[in-house]
Every structure is written in structure tokens, then in C-alpha cells.
């Protein structure tokens, strides 16, 4: 599919000047497999293909082929070579990495020690290409030769083109600590201290900040000055800026400096507040209760949610009824607080969770009364139905349920209520508003795990099939942003110029620069169509073999999408970043060896690792499929895996290999029950096990699937066994539905 794509690439931009259509066909054919070969690491494959284009004895259009040729000389680090090939590629006819050859002609001049040849490639790159990504890469260089040369007032000039560009790039931070020094050089001390100053407190985690902080304490002595201070708004930003990243430990540690500096006032008294919620979410606990108690006597801004945050201290203290009693407060003392609504729910939930039922019941009843519109309220009507339905109260989990058909705002617990609506008319032989009710989760919450499972009981009732078909249409999206333009103003114009060097780039295994082009295009592209451009970006990052970041963004897209009922018409790409086939080759390998469909595999990795090698949890599981040493080492002296070691368990292949193994016999375990397979996987064997006894004991009849799963004890396995059935019916619905054969593989 990739060989099609190329070649279908080089009809529409790249076609050389030929005699004839017998030569155009061998041309594209050859640069695509040439191309093909150079991104699979087969460099002499790749420069044998291309031997075979210059055997064609073609006039001009070997633009590319020169290119590419160069990067080959340069894979085998003949920078010699490469350097003729680049020329050739920069002197030549336009062609869409034009800007690319000559960057690489400069950065190989550089590399055989040619500094003036490199110089005039890096400036000829400004002034022929001034929109390309590469000119910010091209401006260091020549900023750090003025530097070398002692030029330092024309590197000062250099570095702020980068530093104040409208392209926030990669070199802002280097930039700015080069400056400094530039300005440090010059005997501007006092603007080169402020300098570092704004690297050292206002980038704190970049690779800049040590180095800066160095120079800020040695250029303080120099100059006898003390050593400088951030004023009290910077100190707060400052804290504010890792409390907002989550690091929370960081942002800790910088208000407990803000409040020994600045004990009053009103910013102080938001910075305790900040300094409390970091304690607890860092899981400083008695620190926590501490500043909160110290907040709430104090009767500062703040207090209601001091109050309401003790509370969960409480919770995890085990002290019921200080945490029951802290919630109330909130609701007498701060009745109108943005945080009742959360108060009352909480109080429910805290009766719910220590099984006084009662009490929990009356809770939730009187706050979807009091609160329907609270974003609590669907939770509240799930945990009643809940509590009713475990309890063989089906008519009133019906009605509770029924709420959420239409008197309460849709959110992610919507398709579970809806879905147990159905099982709760089941029970009451209501087949009708059984139906009704699955039909809704399948029309309105496609995507989801309850959606599947509904699918499932509408066949048992024996609904056709063709009424719960898919409703996602698998259709690609055109990039209109990137369309050719007839105007030459046109930004689109150029847009596609730089979506067609995205496509190069990509094709050739050149997935950093591929980046840059989608950067290009997301500074530039509009906003209705940012989106698309940021498509892009992600794809070249899971180019690279890097997974969770395109994942994290594809899963926000379409998330969102459902929540806005927006899901319709969705570009297949999005998909296929949320549901990459990583590691392919090994999934399907010992997929077929032991008997698993690999698309359920892919599905365990996802949401074991997110397709990271490196993972290790806190339970010390390692790797793809996140497997415990101890497990690990009778795996492999069950397949013979020798040497054995716990660091191979962040091999690839062999985490792929134990853990197809480990999970193909417990499927065989539980005779065929992936759901069971699946608890056992995450939460042992025995114990699943054991669950199926009490199952036995207390219900007395044939298992059902979807009772048994909401009843696993442990909250962590119940969900595991959810997210993973979801990810495999999704991996099965993009990559084997009939009605999306036609798309690639995003790997492999």
C-alpha cells in the first residue's frame, strides 16, 4: 500500500522530463522502491534502485533521486559523496525539498570542515526559501559562527530572530542561553544577568535552566550584586506553572518559598489554597489536612473548598463520619459554594462505598432532586440504579435509570444507565423498553463499551442486524487546506507545497522533518482547519514508532466528537492513530503461534502500555503487555526462553511472545471466556476463580457476562476488562469492517 501511495505521490508532483510513458512508469516505479527501501534501513537497495534510474538516461527531473542518493551516502557516513549528490539535488531543477537539499548540502560542507561553503548554503537557504521550517536551524548556525568569530553584537541580532519569531520552534530556549553569553561578551552584563534570569525561573524544565542558573550565580559575583530575586508575581507564576503540568511536588516546594517571602495578602491566600490541593494530590496527607485546617479557621477565600478537600483526607484516613461531617459543613456553612453540588454527592457516595445502602439511596435520590443539572447527576443515578438492580429492586433501577433517558445531561456514565435501563426491563419481561433502551446506547453512545455490549443483547432479542449497523462512515477526509490553488496569493498555494514535502518526508522515513512541516502548516493553516493540520503532526510522530502522544490526541478527538454527537463522517486517520497496529509483525507471529486473534493482543497493549517497551507500573509490571517478574520467569521456562532475565521483559518480541502465551492459556482456563481471560489477566487467576464460586453460591444460575463484570470486586479489574473489550471490538470494527478494507495500515 505504502509502494501505491509513492508512486501515486510522484504522478501528481514530482514527474520528471521523459520521452515516454515507458520511462515515466519505470521512473516512478524505481524512486518509490528506492524510496520504500531507504525508509526500511535497506541503504544499498535503495542506491541499486536508483543506478537503475540513471541507466534511463533521463535529461533532467533526477532532483529527488539525487536527493535521496545523497542520504544514502550520508547513512554510510561518505560525507563526500553526499555532498556531490546534495549539490546536484540544490542546483537543479525545482523540486518539492528543494529547501531540504540545500540545508543538507550545508550541514554536509559543515561536517567535511567546508565552513565558508556551508555559510553560503545556509544563507542561500534564507533568501530562496524565507518560509522554510529549516530556516530557524539555518539562523543558529550562522548566529553561533558570528559568536565563534567574537561578532557578538551580529549574533546578539541572529539569536532574537529565533527568540521573537512567530514560530515558537525547538531553538528558543538555546537561542536565548547563547545570548546571554553573546551579551555577557559585549560587557553588557546587566541585560546578560537578566537573561539567564528569564531562562533559569521562566524555563525550569528545559535542558537550559541548570546551565543558566550557573552563570547567574557566577556573573551575581562578578558583578557584587545579590544574587537576583523574582518579584512576588513571578514567584507565583512560577509555582503556578508546575501546579498547572501536575507536578504537583514542584509547585509545592515553590509556594511554601512564596508564602516564606510573601505571608499576606490576597495572592498569599490563593497560593495556601494552591499549596494545600498540591500536599494532597502529591499524597502528603498530614501536610494537607494541616493547611486546609489552617484555611478553614482562618475563614479566607477559599474555605468552602479547604472544607470540601478535607474531606477526601478524611475518606482516606477512614474516618466515615469526619469525612460525612466535613461535606455537610460545606453545605451549611457555604450553601451557595460552586462546591454543594459536589458536597452532596459525595456525602452518597461515602455511605454508598462503606455499604450503608439506605442512607446511600436517600442521598442520591434527594440530589438528582435538588441537582439535575449538576455534572454529579448522571453519576448519582448510576449508583442508585446500581445499588437497586444488586439488590433485585428492578422496578425502581427502572425508574431511577429512566432519568437519564431525558431528564439529565448526557456524559460518559449515560450509555452505562441507559444500557442497565434495558437489563432492569429484561428482568420486568418489559421486551419493549428493553429494546428501546439498547437502541439508544448504539444511537447515541457508538464507540463506547456499552455500546458493543448492546449490540450483543439486541441480537439475543433478536433485532435484524441491519438496525444496529455501524453509524461511523470510514470515508478519508480531504486535506481542503492543502488543496492547489489557481491564484498564486492564494495561502493555499503554499500550503500545499508544504503538504506535498510533508508527504516526501514522511514516505522516505524522514518523520522529524515531516514534523516540522506540520508545525509550519498548524502556525499557518486557519481555524477551521488547525485541526487537520495537527492530524498531521501526530501521524509523523507515530511514524517514528512513537505511540502515546498520537494516541492521547486521536482519543480526545473523537471523545469529544461523541459527546457533541459529532461523530459522523470522521476521517479514518483519527481512528487509526487511536487504534495504531504497533509492533505488528510480533502480534500477528505469536498471535498465530498460540491461537489468539492479534487484534485482541493489540488491544491488551493498548491499554496495558500504550504501545511503550519501556513501561514498568507501580506493581512492577514490565513492558508492552506488562507482565510481573515473578510470572515472567515460569513463562519462560515454559517456552524456553533462555538466557532469562527481567530487563528482556522490555524486549519487544519477547514481552509479546510470554505475554500471547500467558494470555492464550488462560483463555484456554476459562474454556473459551475472554471477559474471565481478561480479569485473570490483570487481576490472577485465583482469584477470578474464586469470584465464579461466590457467583455460583449466591446467584445459582447460568453466568451472565455483564453481571458478573460489574460485580468484580476490584475496581481497577472491573475497568481493565471494560477498556480492553472496548479497544478489541474497535481494532476489529477499523481494521476487518468490510466497509473500510480499502484503508491502510497505519504499521506494518
Request: charged share 30%.
Amino acid at each position: 500500500m505504502r509502494k501505491l501511495f509513492i508512486t501515486a505521490l510522484f504522478f501528481i508532483v514530482a514527474a520528471p522530463v521523459i520521452s515516454g510513458p515507458s520511462l515515466a512508469g519505470s521512473y516512478d516505479d524505481l524512486l518509490g522502491e528506492a524510496m520504500n527501501s531507504f525508509k526500511d534501513g535497506k541503504v544499498d537497495d535503495s542506491l541499486s534502485k536508483i543506478g537503475e534510474i540513471e541507466s534511463l538516461g533521463l535529461k533532467a527531473g533526477l532532483e529527488m533521486a539525487h536527493f535521496l542518493k545523497g542520504h544514502c551516502y550520508v547513512k554510510k557516513n561518505d560525507n563526500g559523496r553526499a555532498a556531490v549528490e546534495f549539490f546536484k539535488a540544490a542546483d537543479g531543477g525545482d523540486f518539492p525539498l528543494k529547501d531540504y537539499a540545500v540545508f543538507s548540502l550545508a550541514r554536509t560542507c559543515h561536517k567535511l570542515g567546508k565552513r565558508d561553503e556551508a555559510v553560503e548554503n545556509y544563507e542561500r537557504l534564507l533568501i530562496e526559501h524565507p518560509d522554510s521550517p529549516l530556516a530557524q536551524s539555518s539562523i543558529m548556525f550562522l548566529a553561533q559562527k558570528k559568536a565563534a568569530e567574537k561578532k557578538h553584537a551580529e549574533a546578539v541580532e541572529l539569536f532574537d530572530l529565533i527568540i521573537f519569531s512567530p514560530e515558537q520552534g525547538d531553538l528558543i530556549e538555546e537561542a536565548k542561553y547563547r545570548k546571554a553569553k553573546s551579551l555577557e561578551s559585549l560587557g553588557k552584563r546587566a541585560e546578560a544577568l537578566d537573561a539567564y534570569f528569564n531562562l533559569a525561573f521562566y524555563h525550569p524544565q528545559g535542558k537550559f535552566r541548570d546551565p543558566a542558573m550557573n552563570k547567574l550565580k557566577e556573573l551575581s559575583r562578578k558583578m557584587k550584586v545579590p544574587f537576583p530575586t523574582p518579584s512576588r508575581e513571578e514567584l507565583y507564576t512560577r509555582a503556578m506553572n508546575y501546579y498547572d503540568r501536575g507536578d504537583y511536588s514542584s509547585a509545592s516546594t515553590e509556594l511554601y518559598r512564596f508564602l516564606k517571602s510573601h505571608p499576606h495578602g490576597h495572592l498569599s491566600e490563593k497560593a495556601r489554597l494552591r499549596l494545600a490541593v498540591s500536599e494532597y494530590k502529591g499524597r502528603r496527607l498530614s501536610n494537607a489536612y494541616y493547611q486546609f485546617k489552617r484555611i478553614i479557621n482562618s475563614g479566607s477565600a477559599g474555605a468552602d473548598q479547604a472544607q470540601y478537600y478535607l474531606s477526601f483526607i478524611y475518606g482516606r484516613w477512614g474516618r466515615l463520619k469526619n469525612a460525612v461531617t466535613s461535606l455537610r459543613k460545606v453545605l451549611w456553612n457555604h450553601p451557595n459554594s460552586e462546591f454543594a453540588d459536589d458536597a452532596a454527592f459525595y456525602i452518597g457516595y461515602y455511605w454508598d462505598i462503606n455499604n450503608y445502602k439506605t442512607a446511600a439511596l436517600k442521598q442520591y435520590e434527594e440530589f438528582t432532586e435538588k441537582y439535575p443539572k449538576s455534572e454529579w447527576a448522571t453519576n448519582a443515578v448510576w449508583r442508585a440504579g446500581k445499588i437497586y438492580y444488586e439488590t433485585g429492586k428492578y422496578e425502581d433501577a427502572f425508574r431511577v435509570y429512566s432519568k437519564a433517558m431525558n431528564d439529565l445531561p448526557h456524559d460518559d456514565l449515560t450509555a452505562y444507565c441507559l444500557f442497565w435501563r434495558g437489563m432492569s426491563a429484561g428482568k420486568l419481561n418489559r421486551e419493549g423498553d428493553a429494546k428501546d433502551s439498547f437502541l439508544a446506547v448504539v444511537r447515541d453512545f457508538d464507540h463506547t463499551y456499552y455500546s458493543y455490549r448492546a449490540r450483543e443483547r439486541l441480537k439475543e432479542l433478536g433485532v435484524d442486524e441491519r438496525e444496529i449497523e455501524y453509524s461511523t462512515s470510514w470515508s478519508p477526509s480531504e486535506d481542503d487546506l492543502m488543496k492547489e490553488a489557481d491564484d498564486p496569493k492564494d495561502p493555499r498555494r503554499l500550503m500545499s507545497a508544504h503538504k506535498n514535502k510533508y508527504d516526501y518526508l514522511l514516505a522516505m522515513g524522514f518523520a522529524d522533518h515531516a514534523k516540522r512541516e506540520a508545525r509550519y502548516l498548524m502556525d499557518k493553516a486557519s481555524d477551521d482547519h488547525r485541526d487537520r493540520a495537527e492530524l498531521l503532526y501526530y501521524l509523523a510522530v507515530q511514524d517514528k514508532g512513537e505511540y502515546r502522544e498520537p494516541l492521547r490526541f486521536a482519543e480526545a478527538r473523537y471523545l469529544n466528537a461523541i459527546r457533541d454527537g459529532e461523530l459522523s463522517e470522521y476521517d479514518y486517520r483519527v481512528w487509526q492513530l487511536a487504534y495504531p497496529k504497533g509492533f505488528w509483525n510480533h502480534v500477528l507471529r505469536y498471535s498465530i503461534k498460540y491461537g489468539l486473534d492479534p487484534y485482541l493482543v493489540l488491544a491488551v497493549i493498548r491499554e496495558e502500555s500504550r504501545f511503550n517497551p519501556k513501561t514498568l507500573s507501580w506493581a512492577r509490571a514490565h513492558g508492552l503487555m506488562q507482565i510481573i517478574p515473578t510470572t515472567g520467569r515460569g513463562i519462560a521456562r515454559m517456552i524456553g526462553i533462555r538466557p532469562y532475565h527481567s530487563w528482556r521483559l522490555y524486549e519487544p518480541e519477547t514481552n509479546i511472545k510470554m505475554g500471547c502465551y500467558y494470555l492464550s492459556n488462560l483463555i484456554k482456563r476459562f474454556n473459551g471466556n475472554v471477559y474471565l481471560a481478561l480479569a485473570a489477566y490483570n487481576g490472577g487467576p485465583m482469584r477470578v476463580k474464586a469470584w465464579l464460586g461466590r457467583w455460583k453460591r449466591t446467584k445459582g444460575k447460568d453466568l451472565d457476562i455483564d453481571e458478573f463484570v460489574e460485580k468484580i470486586p476490584f475496581r481497577e479489574t472491573r475497568f481493565y476488562v471494560k477498556k480492553v473489550m472496548k479497544s478489541y471490538n474497535e481494532y476489529k470494527r477499523i481494521y476487518e469492517s468490510s466497509s473500510i478494507k480499502k484503508l491502510p495500515s497505519s504499521q506494518g
